[in-house]
């Protein structure tokens, strides 16, 4: 079974400074997806960004960035210039096929993200 | 992306009566999915809902507790029965037929008292 591993419970940046939160996750698939969801106090899961596990290419969506390492099954992401409105509960998910047409997903514990102004 | 609307948003029950939540979705999708997030905890997948078959269920979670309907492709709806305080939780269904397409709905708050 996956598994998906967030050691970092909380996090607090500066406003307009950067933040890197960590994730790696265990699987025996060669072809999977991941995400980070935002979860803000108002409880809607919110897309961040999607790496699939093909694309050598780091995914980038503005201000929000990963750094996937493939190998070590690690996939980091990174806020850049944080805003007060980045605060919130953020999940790396980890999805696969698990060799049928079953695109649920497996959460981390979260991290909550602080952002200080 | 989808929009995904779900009812309620929240609602305070008492124990040993049901609950049901409605998730629609702005477009036909083949898989919708709903979980579970205990009070400070992750998601927990409960079931996989696929219009026209029985549910999948996940360890855990047993039809008798939390049944599900798929009437159509663009509907779904969860019923927590005979519901103690543990099941005090936020209920969230998701849909996905591509990975492009992993979104959730606002998530329903269930308190049992």
Redesign the interface.
Same mark, same amino acid.
């Given at each position: 079974a996956q598994t998906v591993t967030q050691s970092q419970p909380e996090m607090s940046v500066q406003e307009a400074e950067t933040v890197t939160l960590s994730c790696t996750y265990d699987t025996s698939e060669s072809d999977y997806?991941l995400?980070w969801?935002k979860q803000p106090p108002?409880?809607?899961?919110i897309?961040v960004i999607?790496q699939?596990a093909y694309k050598q290419q780091n995914a980038t969506e503005n201000r929000f960035s990963v750094n996937f390492q493939k190998a070590a099954k690690s996939f980091s992401l990174k806020i850049s210039d944080s805003q007060l409105g980045d605060a919130a509960m953020y999940?790396c998910?980890y999805?696969g096929d698990s060799g049928g047409?079953?695109? &649920?997903?497996?959460?981390? &514990?979260?991290t909550l993200l602080t952002v200080n102004p | 992306s989808a929009v995904i609307s779900q009812k309620p948003s929240r609602d305070i029950c008492q124990r040993g009566t049901s609950l049901t939540i409605q998730c629609q979705v702005d477009s036909q999708v083949?898989?919708m999915?709903w979980y579970r997030?205990q009070p400070g905890?992750? @998601?927990? @997948?409960i079931a996989?809902a696929n219009q026209g078959s029985e549910a999948?269920y996940e360890s855990g979670f047993v039809i008798d507790k939390f049944p599900i309907s798929r009437p159509n492709l663009t509907f779904s709806t969860l019923t927590v029965s005979n519901m103690s305080p543990e099941d005090s939780s936020?209920y @969230?269904c998701?849909v996905?037929?591509?990975?492009?397409e992993?979104?959730?709905g606002?998530?329903t708050?269930l308190t049992v008292v």
């Open positions: 997806y995400f969801y108002s409880r809607q899961m897309l999607r699939e999940f998910a999805g047409s079953n695109y &649920k997903l497996t959460f981390g &514990k979260g | 083949t898989m999915f997030q905890q992750s @998601l927990t @997948l996989t999948t936020i @969230l998701s996905g037929d591509r990975w492009t992993a979104f959730f606002q998530g708050r």
